[in-house]
């Protein structure tokens, strides 16, 4: 747990019940949730890696809950709807407190703010740049806080929350536009709610369409963006992410923060998972921010890397020839650019 949530345990006048469900709510995998009582807690998390890495510490997971809990602990995350939205489902399940616990970039103290115009709260603790704070639920205190399942935005279903939940992604779109029309088993790598799905779905020559997205609740609306059924939907880590065929193409915008922190890094594993899925024949199709370091990675996994299209803010690269075994077979120095 963090430390502000073991200290108030400890000195800060916080008491979790003796008995009964604790849950918690969207905890990241770098949250320690050592302290609490392993064989009552449920953790919450629709994020495969972080689901995963607390089910394999032997904790009780669910991508989602509404089960009646002793306890709620909400972990807040930076969406501001999001947290919100947490806040009011705690209050409809817990029969004991609410805790809330985050830090000051997620909005702790804003959120601090609003639970005390609502509710008595108790605490708050302060350390480690952040607060935690609890109350006894209250409902219809929190009702206009109840986030709707899905969202309608241009046509498109999204959710509170996901990546570009209010609107299509201006780099994705501009990747759709410079698309040429794809063939056979095309993956759409860390899929989201399913824009660049839906475009694929337009193209008769795709035979399949292999949807990878970690956020569950994201690929709950990329099943309702993408009804067609060529699509297959994967919950799953895309960096680890495996299929028994190699595949003919593969489109992606992958994400570049990991949780709260700015992750390049996290982009060029998206590059390495491309490279070690596609055909010798196939094809990527990648848009990135304009002053992501990908150059090199890209020309490392490809033989062939081309810069296509972009403006000040995105680049869009096509890479073909993955590398295997480490031979790079008479690889290209540099990546062509567009002229």
């Known amino acids: ?68 809990a002793a306890a709620v602990i909400v972990c807040l995350p930076r969406a501001k709807a999001l947290a919100q939205g947490l806040i009011a489902q705690a209050c409809a399940r817990s029969d004991g407190l609410v805790i809330v616990d985050g830090e000051k970039t997620d909005g702790a103290d804003s959120m601090l703010k609003a639970c005390r115009a609502r509710v008595d709260v108790q605490g708050p603790v302060s350390k480690a740049h952040g607060k935690v704070f609890w109350f006894k639920p209250a409902p219809d205190a929190f009702a206009d806080w109840q986030q709707a399942e899905f969202l309608n935005v241009g046509g498109f279903v999204t959710s509170a929350g996901v990546f570009s939940a209010d609107g299509i992604d201006p780099a994705s779109q501009m990747l759709a536009d410079e698309l040429p029309p794809l063939s056979g088993n095309v993956v759409d790598l860390g899929a989201g709610w399913g824009f660049l799905s839906a475009m694929l779905a337009k193209m008769p020559s795709v035979s399949k369409i292999d949807l990878v997205e970690a956020d569950q609740v994201a690929l709950n609306c990329a099943h309702r963006n993408v009804t067609d059924k060529r699509a297959h939907f994967h919950w799953a880590d895309a960096t680890n992410w495996s299929t028994e065929n190699r595949v003919d193409a593969i489109v992606m915008n992958p994400p570049f923060h990991n949780g709260r922190a700015s992750e390049p890094a996290l982009g060029k594993t998206f590059i390495s998972a491309a490279a070690r899925l596609l055909a010798p024949s196939g094809k990527l199709w990648m848009v990135a921010n304009r002053h992501l370091p990908y150059e090199t990675t890209l020309s490392e996994a490809f033989v062939s890397v081309s810069e296509v299209s972009g403006d ?28």
């Open 1 to 68: 747990m963090s430390p502000r949530l073991r200290m108030a345990l400890k000195t800060g006048g916080l008491e979790l019940p003796e008995t009964g469900l604790i849950s918690v709510l969207r905890p990241a995998a770098d949250m320690d949730l050592s302290d609490l009582p392993r064989d009552r807690v449920e953790v919450v998390q629709p994020i495969k890696p972080d689901h995963d890495h607390f089910q394999n510490m032997g904790f009780a997971c669910r991508s989602d809950s509404d089960a009646r």
């Open 312 to 339: 000040s803010r995105f680049k869009i690269f096509r890479a073909e020839r993955p590398v295997r075994n480490g031979s790079r077979q008479g690889a290209r120095s540099a990546i062509r650019r567009r002229r």
